[in-house]
């Protein structure tokens, strides 16, 4: 697998051509602000390696939200909501393990 990086401009195409794989509707641009929201605030209140880790229950949980009739897009804000404050009330939030950058496991 090479090591290149997806110029910022073309994160919508890569969204769609995922959303496509999988049969979803789509992901609007403030879903996909949220969601980058929610890794960058993990990643510095708990851990780097708990921000894909959170995104990926978030999705889930959103998933379960959209089955029980809620719309993506509230699920996502409200659930988004929920797990960044849970990452801000950490006592320890934005500081790091001072034994590894970042928080991150050896």
Same mark, same amino acid.
């Given at each position: ?15 769609? =051509?995922?959303?496509?794989?999988? =049969? ?12 980058? &929201? ?24 959103? =998933? ?32 790091? &393990?001072? =034994? ?7």
């Amino acid at each position: 697998m090479s090591n290149q990086h997806l110029p910022p401009d073309a994160l919508d195409d890569w969204l769609a =051509g995922v959303s496509d794989l999988y =049969g979803l509707g789509g992901v609007t641009t403030a879903e996909t602000t949220v969601v980058l &929201d929610v890794a960058r605030d993990v990643s510095r209140g708990v851990a780097r390696p708990a921000a894909p880790l959170t995104t990926y229950l978030l999705g889930l949980a959103v =998933g379960q939200a959209v089955a029980a009739g809620e719309d993506v897009g509230a699920a996502t804000a409200r659930l988004a909501r929920e797990v960044t404050d849970l990452a801000l009330a950490r006592p320890e939030a934005g500081a790091s &393990d001072p =034994g590894t950058p970042d928080g991150e496991r050896p």
